[in-house]
């Protein structure tokens, strides 16, 4: 139970960074968005009601650009505040597990001679 839970928390950590790397693309894409957009205005003649819809696109993608930074501006925020610490202790708590454990098979030394492991009661004891 314990080394799930270690592997639990290696997860939501290597989540982070796969969400980290989907905003960023995210971000990349609303620039090009952006840029396009722009290109049109440069390029295009139009009447306040056009120039209208126009501006009001530009600020929607603005906003969803913003709102996609602010929430990458968290990740790594969380990210820093975790990652070295944890990824140290996770190591730390790895050797600590492995060195309690039988190293042939996983059970701990004095279970060896036992019908059954702690994942065989686990729902027995949450229940």
Known sequence: MASRRV????????GIEDDLNKLSKAVSNYDKEINNLYHKLEVSKFNACEGYYFSKQLQGLL???????????RL?????????SITDR???VQKQLHKHLHEDNG???YQVNFDMSFNDIESEVFH
Do not use: D, H, P, Y
Request: aromatic share 0%; no cysteine.
């Open 7 to 14: 592997r639990e928390i290696e997860s939501v950590l290597n």
């Open 63 to 73: 906003q969803k650009r913003r709102l996609v930074k602010t929430e990458m501006k």
């Open 76 to 84: 790594r925020i969380l990210s820093k505040s975790l990652g070295k």
């Open 90 to 92: 996770i190591e730390n």
């Open 107 to 109: 059970v701990m030394a």
